[in-house]
């Protein structure tokens, strides 16, 4: 779809991943509406898409919340008028082994990384429809793809229901004149760190010493592949093609082996539960 003088909604809009985006919409001609729990760093987001010429409307925004949510679309379709592109974006992390994790903690992930996205479809996929026209972006990672280590099975639970919730939404949208497209990036230099839980174990930096994974990459990079995919049509977007393609591949080949060959490869658990 064209994004010159679209208007584009991002959450999780002020740093990172949607930052960049919402910065790269702006360059090729769209008008923002940026969200995000972050209003310091919205302002800052909102003076430098300004100075890019665009409109740009900022909304601070929880996406676990329904309210907030609706809050969101209304004040975008209400200054905006209406809303051509939208990123499902935002998330957070837990790590640690699984049994050590409350309910309360599970449903703190799952409800900004899997019910976010899917009340950000709610929201303004309907709009779209009304006028057969539209994109929807929703962002997962490497971990929708693939189980890539044992302590992050909270965000990994998350990630495969996105990417499982995006491709049968494809299936629904696009014949239907939606646009969707899932972003399933390697690592990425953001600041997800900073709201992440570690649950369970003392040091969480020598967990998973030795792990093999693509290098990171900047969110400008995951930017410029979104905005492509977009204007293109496309449905995944990807960085470490070649790494994430690899693993995908050994794993529809032999589920069984390819687990095999992922234990082989992480450090091994540590039993918090041996006497």
């Known amino acids: ?33 940026a969200a995000d729990v972050h209003e310091l760093r919205l302002e800052e ?7 890019l010429g665009q409109q740009v409307l900022t909304v601070r ?19 905006m008028g209406r809303v051509d592109i939208v990123m499902n974006n935002a998330g957070v992390a837990a790590l640690g082994p699984p049994e050590t994790m409350t309910m309360e903690e599970w449903d703190w992930i799952l409800q900004v990384n899997v019910y976010g996205v899917i009340r ?15 994109h929807i972006v929703n962002t997962a990672s490497l971990a929708g793809l693939f189980a890539y280590t044992w302590d992050s099975v909270p965000y990994i639970t998350g990630k495969f229901a996105v990417a499982g919730f995006t491709e049968a939404l494809a299936l629904y949208a696009k014949p239907l004149g939606v646009g969707v497209s899932l972003v399933c990036p390697g690592l990425v230099e953001t600041n997800l760190g900073e709201t992440a839980r570690f649950v369970g174990l003392e040091d969480p930096s020598t967990w998973l010493q030795g ?33 994430i393609k690899e693993r995908v ?23 918090l539960h041996q006497p």
């Open 1 to 33: 779809m064209e994004i010159t003088e679209s208007v584009a909604v991002v959450t999780g809009a002020a740093s990172g991943i949607g930052r960049a985006t919402a910065l790269e919409l702006a360059r090729r001609g769209a008008h923002v509406v």
């Open 45 to 51: 987001l909102r003076v430098e898409i300004e100075e």
């Open 61 to 79: 925004c929880d996406v676990a919340f329904d309210d907030q949510i609706e809050h969101l679309r209304h004040e975008a379709l209400e200054e």
């Open 120 to 134: 950000g479809v709610r929201a303004f996929l309907p709009h779209m429809l009304e006028r057969g026209s539209g």
């Open 211 to 243: 792990i093999q994974l693509p290098e990171a990459v900047a969110p400008e990079v995951v930017a410029t592949r979104v905005c492509d995919a977009v204007a293109e049509d496309r449905f995944l977007v990807m960085t470490a093609e070649d790494h």
């Open 249 to 271: 591949q050994q794993r529809a080949a032999d589920h069984d082996q390819f687990i095999t060959d992922m234990i082989a490869r992480l450090p091994t658990p540590p039993n």
